[in-house]
């Protein structure tokens, strides 16, 4: 037998065996790596999913602690109106003391202050001269 024959044949058996691997091997390399492609996204879906739980976590916290912090600010406001309207003799000394600092943030020329029937002075004399 000659030995180019004999190195033929062998690469002929060899070329056959890789071929018949390749045919079994590559459907279950495919399922593998489908396999493997599947847990990535599964993992990648847990993990987008804990990120969105824990921002509405975050969410929720800062809603309740601004909650808190204007229910703080609104009792710290109804104590400071308790004080002073206690200290300006009651509701309407309170009520006159807010009319008085309104006064004095105006910029009006002209102030119309109501007589004890609630109906402001006119000046009805001025515009007639």
């Known amino acids: ?8 044949a062998l690469g002929l058996l060899v070329g056959a065996v890789l071929i018949i691997a390749a045919l079994i091997g590559w459907p279950q ?10 847990e990535a996204a599964l993992a990648e879906a847990q993990s987008s999913r804990q990120v969105a739980i824990l921002e509405a976590r975050a969410k929720k916290e800062s809603a309740m602690s601004l909650a808190e912090a204007e229910v703080i600010r609104a009792e710290g406001a109804a104590k400071a109106n308790q004080i002073l309207q206690n200290s300006l003799g009651g509701p309407e000394g309170y009520l006159r003391y807010l009319q008085i ?19 402001p002075v006119t000046e009805a004399r001025r515009l007639g001269q």
């Open 1 to 8: 037998m000659d030995p180019k024959a004999g190195c033929s």
């Open 101 to 119: 600092q309104a006064l004095e943030d105006s910029k009006a020329q002209l102030i119309y202050v109501p007589t004890e029937a609630g109906l």
């Open 29 to 38: 390399y495919r399922v593998y790596q489908q396999r493997l492609a599947g």
